[in-house]
């Protein structure tokens, strides 16, 4: 993969987290330990599912190897779809009051663990083309602490929205990685 490739795939993955941080921060209204604690957690935890994905992806690879590509453009469409799905869903006036209550430890885990299946999911498809996970899971889990710490401590003030837009945009770039992938596997662009 290039580190363009890497960088979208990176900024993908972590919209979700994004998304919600913004949805925490409007109704938490974190301090500045607070919102880095929480870009911690999410940033670790979505290090580590695509580390998960991946190895189970390896175990299947053998099995799959003819049709690798056409897998990674499903997996990354599927959860692209499913993120411009959420994105689209109408944002009411109470969505904040929607969030979980709790703002505690486990609630803040069962949050970071909810935004990053998706990432086992495209961590299985990584396993299929070969890619560097070690390097593609630090630049996830570096990503998404950035982008969570940021979108704690921004959403008071610019609300959930903003995050279904992040997360828009984010499950667009999924379907074109996958679509990327499909294409330069099948060789559609060579001249």
Request: proline share 3%.
């Given at each position: 993969?290039?580190?363009?490739?890497?960088?979208?795939?990176s900024l993908s993955m972590s919209t979700d987290a994004f998304a919600a941080a913004v949805g925490r921060g409007a109704s938490h209204r974190p301090s500045w330990k607070g919102a880095v604690r929480a870009g911690m957690v999410f940033g670790v935890i979505e290090a580590i599912t695509p580390l998960i994905g991946w190895t189970?992806?390896?175990?299947?690879?053998?099995?799959?190897?003819?049709?690798?590509?056409?897998?990674?453009?499903?997996?990354?469409?599927?959860?692209?779809?499913?993120?411009?799905?959420?994105?689209?869903?109408?944002?009411?006036?109470?969505?904040?009051?929607?969030?979980?209550?709790?703002?505690?430890?486990?609630?803040?885990?069962?949050?970071?663990?909810?935004?990053?299946?998706?990432?086992?999911?495209?961590?299985?498809?990584?396993?299929?083309?070969?890619?560097?996970?070690?390097?593609?899971?630090?630049?996830?889990?570096?990503?998404?602490?950035?982008?969570?710490?940021?979108?704690?401590?921004?959403?008071?003030?610019?609300?959930?929205?903003?995050?279904?837009?992040?997360?828009?945009?984010?499950?667009?770039?999924?379907?074109?990685?996958?679509?990327?992938?499909?294409?330069?596997?099948?060789?559609?662009?060579?001249?």
């Amino acid at each position: 993969m290039t580190p363009g490739t890497i960088a979208i795939l990176s900024l993908s993955m972590s919209t979700d987290a994004f998304a919600a941080a913004v949805g925490r921060g409007a109704s938490h209204r974190p301090s500045w330990k607070g919102a880095v604690r929480a870009g911690m957690v999410f940033g670790v935890i979505e290090a580590i599912t695509p580390l998960i994905g991946w190895t189970l992806g390896l175990v299947a690879a053998g099995f799959v190897q003819e049709v690798d590509h056409w897998i990674a453009f499903g997996l990354l469409g599927v959860v692209g779809g499913k993120m411009i799905w959420e994105a689209c869903k109408p944002v009411s006036a109470d969505a904040a009051d929607r969030l979980p209550s709790r703002s505690g430890a486990w609630a803040l885990v069962a949050t970071a663990v909810g935004t990053s299946i998706d990432a086992a999911a495209v961590g299985v498809g990584l396993a299929f083309l070969g890619a560097n996970i070690w390097l593609i899971a630090a630049c996830i889990g570096l990503t998404t602490f950035a982008l969570t710490t940021i979108g704690m401590l921004i959403g008071r003030a610019v609300g959930v929205r903003f995050g279904k837009i992040a997360e828009l945009i984010g499950g667009l770039a999924l379907i074109g990685v996958g679509t990327t992938i499909l294409v330069e596997h099948l060789g559609l662009l060579a001249g």
